[in-house]
């Protein structure tokens, strides 16, 4: 499970990833994984990705993809004057794209499937006026504005429980969420482990 939150007022970013007592028993690596960094003007981009049990390199592709999610947003904040909503909408696009080609580069160069590195993506990027945020599988990103909590982004809809889409299913398109939302005081990136916490939690509070 991981969680990241940060204030959009002094930028604070912190978060985790801790292995469940499922993996420690078996010996089994985290396979969850996040990411986050500070830019210039108090701008800051975070990422989570939580590999599948069954991929057995979901690990590595949990890692590469919230690394390689950040470090592009990161250059984009870098260097932008101002980012408005259809700019973040092209950073995260961008940002997804190339985690895919970077983890599909890994597996062609080890030799194995790509699926074998299946993982989830989350990542939300922030300015001083906005926050946007984009998903491809479950876990979700919450903002809180004025005491109140709300999603950026839509819940992953499945058919079945404990079923997700990792980012490099060929039609991940069709499972890409994407939201924006101005004046935000927080944001909370996190994996479907914090899932039966953060909903019951945030539907008390108008989500």
């Known amino acids: ?3 990241i939150s940060s204030s959009s ?6 978060g985790c990833s801790i292995k469940g007592p499922a993996h420690k028993k078996s010996g089994s690596p985290c396979q969850d994984a996040w990411a986050g960094t500070e830019c210039l003007d108090s701008r800051f981009v975070i990422a ?6 069954s991929a057995s390199h979901s690990h590595e592709g949990s890692y590469l993809a919230t690394k ?15 980012i408005n909503q259809n700019k973040a909408k092209s950073i995260l696009r961008e940002a997804f794209q190339k985690s895919r080609q970077v983890i599909t580069d890994r ?7 790509k699926s074998a590195f299946n993982t989830t993506l ?4 922030a ?4 926050v946007a945020g984009a998903a491809v ?3 979700g990103i919450v903002v809180r504005q004025k005491a109140k909590n709300s999603l950026l982004i839509p819940r992953e809809k499945t058919e079945y429980i404990n079923e997700t889409t990792p980012v490099q299913s060929n039609n991940w398109e069709n499972h890409y969420r994407f939201g924006y939302q101005t004046d935000v005081d927080a944001v909370a990136v996190f994996s479907d482990g914090l899932d039966p916490f953060v909903w019951s939690l945030t539907s008390k509070k108008n989500v």
């Open 1 to 3: 499970m991981k969680g």
């Open 9 to 14: 007022y002094s930028t604070n970013i912190f």
């Open 48 to 53: 989570v990705a939580d590999g599948l049990g």
């Open 68 to 82: 390689t999610s950040v470090d592009i947003a990161k250059t984009y904040l870098e260097n932008e004057d101002h």
């Open 107 to 113: 597996a062609n160069e080890i030799k194995v499937s």
């Open 122 to 125: 989350l990542t939300a990027v």
């Open 127 to 130: 300015t001083s006026s906005a």
């Open 137 to 139: 599988g479950d876990g």
